[in-house]
């Protein structure tokens, strides 16, 4: 159990819980505030003063005084009514981080909500119960108001809870764990429902997950390097201390590492000035270390983001105030999952005009045709690069920005909205497929590889071969193809190729 301090929260700590699904409860610390943002909404609810969404409709309805003995009723209405996801269900692991940013949120005392509430959550993280959150129906302002509304109905036993792997009505999944669905207090619906929880989860994965690319492409860049036996003098520290970027020196520095030692390397090494390589091969540190920084720039603003108080009104108490603000409004997640769609499908237009150069005869420095050692009877690795080329060009498309995309809604009282929603959400297509262009990648750089003994690769790049051949064997004559790349793309995808080379990237 991950015991959390608001405002303080790491994005190590928020990889744990994405990777290893690790409960997280709130530190006792955060209770006092907590409780006394509620005890002043209490008040408000009591009194005879309107308060955006204690005592009041919400939206376009905020003009409707609601009766003290209503304001039950009034945040069941608004979570049930506001239950209008649709499409796949959200993974559990972007779910279990979305329910950990909402705690971290609610946790600042500024949301009003009781430590009852907050219970709940940490109950259902510990226990297992994990709401059926519908991926589609936010546009990133006033809130992730359907994804949340979602979440927040299982946790009043109202729609769907994934339990001991069964899908089930929330209300059994709530009882089959020893747990009682929850009535919500006055602005505790609105509380749930408001914030950028769900789009913040799906950028925090979209970052994780190109990160652990980005580690992988520099590994499997070495190898394709080696395998055309390309010139490593592009990688010489004082070429890109003279740019002075910090993504693009560690990529050449690390690269310079992984390759120390290849006898294929030594083999060409008075040769070096014979021809320059294709960009794809000389500039790789100048294109994924723009990436790697890119990622740096939006994992900061995502931090921060992460740790923030999102939903509306706020409860401030040191001034004894309830005020209604914007700080739903998704724009800075918006902002950096375009970003990070853009360096996602960067990594994988270069890693693409990779693996063509290694399958083209022409361009190969004397590789067999699509990587064959029998071509015309065997086809190689010819329809791999299509496949590859293929995912590089929808991801092109995906990278097209959102943030961009507004459209009012709620009878134009939001007129502007983030989109943030579907810009963080298309990052787990966008990564899956980036991940299958270097798994497929790496595939042809080992091939290419052992086409060079009795030459060999550096003993970091041999111990990353050596993984991927206990799994698959070099291809000899044809064989149906799509397991092989699917197990190369899960070594990329659950960091196993970075491991096996040693490589840690300070992020």
Known sequence: MISLIPGA???ATLNDIYRNLTPAQLNDSARPAVEAAAQMVAEAAAGDAAVYGINTGFGKLASKKIAPEDTTALQRNLILSHCCGVGDPLPEDRVRLMMTLKLLSMGRGASGVRWLVIQQIEQMLAHGVIPVIPSQGSVGASGDLAPLAHMAAAMIGAGEAIYQGQRMASSDALQQAGLE?????????LGLINGTQFSTACALAGLFDAWCNAEAAMVIASL?????MGSTAPLLAEIHSLRGHAGQIDVAREMRALMAGSEIRESHREDDTRV???????CQPQVLGAALDVLRTTAKTLEIEANAVTDNPLVLVNLGRIVSGGNFHAEYVGFAADQIALAVAEMGAIAQRRVALMVDPTLSYDLP???????????????????????????KHLANPCVTDSTPTSANQEDHVSMAAHGALRLGR???NLSVILGVEMLCAAQGIEARAPLTTSPKL??????LRAQVPTLGEDRYLAPDIEIASTMVRDGQVASAAGLEVAA
């Open 430 to 432: 966008m990564n899956a």
């Open 181 to 189: 669905p929850i009535v919500l207090g006055p602005k505790e619906g």
């Open 369 to 395: 045709p699509f990587l064959t050692p029998n071509p015309g009877l065997n086809s190689g690795f010819m329809i791999a690069e299509v496949t590859t080329a293929a995912l590089m060009s929808e991801n």
């Open 224 to 228: 394709s390097t080696d395998a055309i």
């Open 9 to 11: 929260v790491t994005l």
């Open 462 to 467: 041999r111990d990353v071969i050596a993984m």
């Open 276 to 282: 320059q390589d294709p960009y794809c091969i000389r």
